[in-house]
């Protein structure tokens, strides 16, 4: 099995040579050991719920530490993510209300969201969002509603409301579980190299042998050569 380092490492690697929007896809398809095509037609609510249960499963924490600035203010904000958009639900699709129909859409995937965003214009880009969302198309005056509702659904699932504690300014974040984990996983790969520069140094042995021990040994080790 590979280890915690390994898959870290790799993950860093893969993650480092694709563009920003095909970073959380890209991380995911190294730890899971999938195409990256595949990841990057998967849903966004799956490919972030599985990029999630990595993190605890690489790091072995529970816990959301983030930081916001107030828009009006500038005061920085540190605060805890509530477990409900760590713990999102991975299905494909979602049920919005509008005009008291029920429509069934279709998350968007990280390709979705690219060609929508190549789009020469928001307008063009929101409708191309809507074609792949929704199994058929809706009459025009119905593409406001469903675009909020879609907006709403997508707030629930990985939105979050904050207020600034010095001036009161109520204000949304959006939660990036793979912009998240990147940063993780980044500063993570960094010092495993510079462990395994030590421990190649003090011992002689190779990349490959090192990332093959668990963190509780590569950590023994280190504290003995340091
Ligand atoms: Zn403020």
Redesign the pocket.
């Known amino acids: 099995m590979e280890s915690n380092a390994s898959m870290v490492v790799h993950a860093w690697e893969a993650a480092s040579v694709v563009t920003d929007w095909q970073r959380p896809a890209a991380l995911l398809s190294a730890l899971a050991g999938m195409p990256l095509p595949q990841a990057l037609h998967l849903g966004i609510a799956r490919r972030d719920a599985a990029l999630v249960a990595w993190r605890s499963a690489l790091f072995g924490t529970t816990q959301w530490p983030a930081f916001a600035q ?6 920085m ?1 540190e605060y805890e993510l509530p477990r409900s958009s760590a713990t999102a639900d991975d299905s494909e699709s979602i049920v919005i209300e509008v005009d008291g129909n029920h429509l069934n859409a279709k998350w968007p995937s990280s390709l979705d969201l690219a060609d929508a965003a190549a789009c020469p214009n928001s307008q063009a880009g929101r409708e191309l969002l809507l074609q792949r969302m929704l199994p058929e198309p809706v009459a025009d005056d119905l593409i406001a509603p469903v675009l909020a509702a879609l907006a709403d659904a997508h707030h629930g699932f990985m939105g979050i409301d904050l207020q ?6 109520v204000w949304s974040e959006v939660f990036e579980a793979g912009e998240f984990l990147w940063r993780e996983v980044r500063a993570a790969g960094r010092r495993i190299l510079r462990e395994v520069d030590a421990l190649a140094r003090a011992y002689g042995w190779t990349e490959t042998e090192i990332l093959r021990l668990s963190d509780m040994r590569r950590n023994e080790y280190l504290a003995m050569v340091q």
Do not use: N, Q, R, S
Not at 70 to 75: D, G, H, L, S, V
Not at 164 to 169: S, T
């Open positions: 107030c828009p009006a203010c500038k005061t904000l600034c504690p010095e001036c009161g300014k």
